[in-house]
């Protein structure tokens, strides 16, 4: 149960702070969702790869 709340609010800060920092710089928009979407890509391999 307390694996499911820390993950929530991991995923959940994430995502504010990727709309908090898109809100701060809208014409930079892609290339930050594109690096994000890398970093969150790396981490589910990084978290697949132990099980």
């Not at 920092?21 to 790396?42: E, K, M, Q, S, Y």
Request: charged share 0%; glycine share 6%; hydrophobic share 75%.
């Amino acid at each position: 149960m307390v694996l499911a709340v820390l993950g929530v609010f991991f995923v959940l800060a994430a995502v504010l702070s990727l709309l908090g920092l898109c809100a701060l710089v809208a014409h930079r928009v892609p290339p930050i969702l594109g690096t994000a979407a890398l970093i969150l890509t790396l981490a589910a391999l990084a978290a697949a790869i132990p099980h």
